[in-house]
């Protein structure tokens, strides 16, 4: 059984920041390659959140990169 991916605020304004900086430096395929990737990474931690580390002050949620 899949989970919800659920995004913090945090995670997303970072997530936004991640895309405007590869928009300015990087090419439409080499964005379109990260989103993809990150898209397959999203579904991969939806099926196995433990994936990630566990944050130590709130049960059930887990932080760590996307991609390098």
Do not use: C
């Not at 090419?27 to 379109?32: A, G, K, L, V, Y």
């Amino acid at each position: 059984m899949a989970l919800k991916l659920v995004w913090s605020q945090r995670a997303e304004k970072g997530y936004d920041r991640i895309i405007n900086y590869l928009e300015k430096n990087w090419t439409d395929r080499e964005i379109s390659e990260f989103i993809k990737e990150t898209n397959h990474f999203f579904e991969l931690l939806k099926e196995n959140p433990h994936l990630l580390e566990p944050t130590r002050n709130r049960r059930n949620l887990y932080r760590g990169p996307i991609n390098r």
